[in-house]
C-alpha cells in the first residue's frame, strides 16, 4: 500500500480555500510518479489512454483503499478536454506535459460581471498585434486566480458577427503580462475566488485554441468535459460526512426527535440514490462514452442535496451552530458545509440552467426563448 499517512480529507469536497497539505502533496508525488494521473490522456501526453470504464475500475481501487485520487485541477479537468478535441500537436505537447508536471496550474476566465449564465454576453476583447492577441477586460469569481500560472479565458475577437461567432479561446500566461487579481472573500470567511483584470494582457496567437473566432465551439468542449469516472464513488464523501452528522444528533440528543429522524433518513435515502444512479450512469458511460445530458441531473441532484443537508446539518447542531467552531472538530466541518454548498448550486452552471438542460435535452420539452443574437 502505497497510501500517506495522514491523507483522509473529510466530506464531499474541500474546503474552497484548501491548500494541499504535506501529505496530499507527498501522495500527488507518488501518484505522478506511479502514472495514476490523467488517466485518459493518450501516452504519448504521459497519461494511460484508458476509457471511461477502465477508469472507473481505478476509481473504485482507490476508494476500496480509502483514498482519494488527486486531479491536477482545472488544467486537467477543463482544459485538457479542450486541447485534445481542438488542439493542434504543437499546442497539446506544448500544454499537456506541463499540466501533468505542475508546471501550468490554470483557471477559468469566463464569467463576467454581465455574462455568466448567458456566457455569450462577454465583452472581454481582444485583437491582433502581429503574432500576439492583446486582451483586456474584467473577469470574475475566477476560482484559485490567486493560485494559477495560466488562466483560460474567452475574449470577443470580432464584434462585428453574431456573438456566438466572434470568440476566441486562448491560454494566457499571468505573471507581469498586465493582469491584476483581486480576491472576493466568501460567507464562510474562506478565499476561494477573485476578480480578474486583463490591461492589454498578450498571448501568443498559438495559444489560441481552435483558431480564431472559434471558441465557443472550444468552450462547449471545456463546459461539457464530465468527471466520468468518479460517478461510482462520488456518494462516499457525501456518506461520510451524513455518518458524521448522525453521530452528532445521537450525542446531543436530537437523534430522538422524529422530524429529525426523518430528515436524517431521507437525506440518507439521497445518498444512496447517488450511488445507484451512478451506477446508471456508468452503464451509459460505458456504452457511448460519455454522460451527456445526464451530466446535469447528476450535478442538480448532489448539488440540491448538499445544500439541503447544509440546512439538516445546522438544525441539528442547535445553538452549537451559532458558535464560529474552529477547525478540526465536527461541527465546524458541518457549518463550513452549510456556508459552502449553497455556491456549489450556482458555480459550474446554476440549478435553474440545469433545469433548462434537462427539460430540453433530457425531456423534449420546448426550448427556452433564446436572448437575440
Ligand atoms: C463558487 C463558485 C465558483 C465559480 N468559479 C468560476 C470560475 O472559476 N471561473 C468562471 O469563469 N466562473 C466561475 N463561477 C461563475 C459561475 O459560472 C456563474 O456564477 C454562473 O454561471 C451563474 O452566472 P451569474 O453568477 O452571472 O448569474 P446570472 O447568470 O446573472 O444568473 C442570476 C440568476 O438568474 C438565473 N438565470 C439566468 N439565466 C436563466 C435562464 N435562462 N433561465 C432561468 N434562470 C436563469 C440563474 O439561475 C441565477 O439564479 C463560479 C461561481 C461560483 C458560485
Known amino acids: 500500500m502505497n497510501a500517506v499517512e495522514g491523507l483522509a480529507h473529510w466530506g464531499a469536497h474541500p474546503a474552497y480555500d484548501h491548500d494541499p497539505t504535506e501529505a496530499e502533496q507527498e501522495w500527488l508525488r507518488r501518484c505522478r510518479e506511479g502514472r495514476w494521473l490523467c488517466l485518459s490522456w493518450p501516452e504519448r501526453y504521459g497519461g494511460r489512454g484508458l476509457g471511461p470504464v477502465e477508469i472507473a475500475a481505478v476509481e473504485e481501487e482507490f476508494a476500496r483503499a480509502g483514498v482519494a485520487r488527486p486531479r ?19 499546442q497539446r505537447t506544448r500544454f499537456l506535459p506541463s499540466i501533468l508536471s505542475g508546471q501550468d496550474v490554470f483557471c477559468q476566465g469566463f464569467s463576467e460581471p454581465d455574462a455568466g449564465s448567458d456566457l455569450a454576453g462577454l465583452r472581454t476583447s481582444g485583437s491582433v498585434d502581429g503574432d500576439e492577441l492583446v486582451i483586456t477586460g474584467h473577469k470574475v469569481w475566477t476560482s484559485d486566480a490567486h493560485k494559477s500560472t495560466m488562466i483560460f479565458t474567452l475574449c470577443r475577437t470580432d464584434p462585428a458577427v453574431p456573438r456566438h461567432r ?47 473566432n472559434n471558441g465557443w465551439r472550444v468552450a462547449q468542449t471545456t463546459l461539457g468535459a464530465e468527471r466520468g469516472g468518479g460517478v461510482t464513488t462520488q456518494h462516499l464523501g457525501y456518506l461520510q460526512e451524513w455518518g458524521t452528522l448522525l453521530a452528532v444528533s445521537r450525542a ?19 445518498v444512496r440514490i447517488m450511488e445507484f444512479s451512478g451506477l446508471r450512469m ?72 440545469q433545469r433548462n438542460i434537462i427539460a430540453e435535452r433530457v425531456l423534449g420539452l420546448p426550448r427556452d426563448p433564446a436572448p437575440r443574437e
Open 252 to 270: 446531543n440528543g436530537s437523534s430522538r426527535h422524529p422530524l429529525i429522524r426523518q430528515r436524517m433518513a431521507t437525506a440518507y435515502a439521497h
Open 166 to 212: 466572434g470568440i476566441s479561446y486562448v491560454l494566457v500566461p499571468m505573471a507581469d503580462n498586465g493582469i491584476t487579481v483581486m480576491p472576493l472573500r466568501q460567507m464562510g470567511g474562506t478565499y476561494g475566488f477573485n476578480q480578474v483584470f486583463f490591461d492589454k494582457a498578450r498571448a501568443p496567437l498559438s495559444n489560441v485554441i481552435g483558431g480564431l
Open 282 to 353: 456508468f452503464s451509459r458511460l460505458a456504452e457511448t462514452g460519455t454522460l451527456g445530458p445526464a451530466a446535469s441531473i447528476n450535478k442538480l441532484f448532489w448539488s440540491e442535496y448538499h445544500r439541503d443537508f447544509g440546512e439538516l446539518a445546522i438544525e441539528v447542531l442547535g445553538l452549537t451552530a451559532t458558535v464560529l467552531a474552529s477547525e478540526g472538530v465536527p461541527a465546524a466541518d458541518l457549518q463550513r458545509v452549510f456556508l459552502e454548498s449553497r455556491a456549489r448550486c450556482i458555480a459550474r452552471g446554476s440549478s435553474e440552467i
Open 72 to 90: 491536477l485541477g482545472m488544467g486537467e479537468t477543463l482544459v485538457a478536454p479542450a486541447l485534445l478535441a481542438h488542439g493542434t500537436e504543437e
